[in-house]
Structure formats: C-alpha cells, structure tokens
C-alpha cells in the first residue's frame, strides 16, 4: 500500500520560506512522477510543481523563480522549497505521485501554508 505523508507546513510572514517535504512509502515503479498541488478556499486544487524520475521539473508561472522542487529517487521522497512567500500562496498543498506504469495516482492528506501579510 502506498502512503504519501507531508510535513513542513506552517504560518509564515510574506516574504518568509517554507520547505514542505513528503514521504512515499510502499511500492512504486521506477516511472513516477511526483509534484505538488495547492487548493486554496473556494478554489480548485492547482498544479505547483511536477518532477519526474529523471529529474525535468514543470513549474507553475504563480510560483516560478519562487519554488523549487528536487526529489530523492533513492529515499522516495519529494521536496518543495518555497521563497518568498505571498499571502496569495496561502492554501492546503498536496504531494503527489503519478504512477507511470500502473496508472495510479496518489495523494497525500495535505499540508497547511498560511502567509500572512
């Protein structure tokens, strides 16, 4: 069974940086995606950053030059850094895994960002 469980989440001032990390345990293939979502109130859940097995990051334009997203194949762990904070980025992020070869996605319950202005 496959678990994402994400931790670093927080309330931060604008401006501040957060490092929200998640942990993957269980089997996955070789071929999996990984990234993070974000929703925010009243809002449908975004794409934040995605990364695959190889390492080609596709990052969102709201947070581009701002985040960065880096993962550990061996761990089986995905991280986001985020700098410079806005109050707009406030929101429940998600980790994610896209299981290429079986056709499976995972999520993890979410972690809390608060930016405060």
């Known amino acids: 069974q496959v678990q994402l469980v994400e931790s670093g989440g927080g309330l931060v001032q604008a401006g501040g940086s957060l490092r929200l990390s998640c942990a993957i345990s269980?089997?996955?293939?070789?071929?999996?995606?990984m990234g993070w979502y974000r929703q925010a109130p009243g809002k449908q859940r975004e794409l934040v950053a995605t990364?695959?097995?190889?390492?080609?990051?596709n990052i969102a334009d709201s947070v581009k030059g701002r985040f960065t997203i880096s993962r550990d194949n061996a761990k089986n762990t995905v991280d986001l850094q985020m700098n410079s904070l806005k109050p707009e980025d406030t929101a429940v992020y998600y980790c994610?895994?896209?299981?290429?070869?079986?056709?499976?996605?995972?999520w993890g319950q979410g972690t809390q960002v608060t930016v405060s202005s």
């Open positions: 994610n895994v896209d299981d290429l070869i079986i056709r499976t996605i995972y």
């Open positions: 269980g089997s996955i293939s070789r071929i999996a995606a």
């Open positions: 990364i695959t097995t190889g390492g080609r990051t």
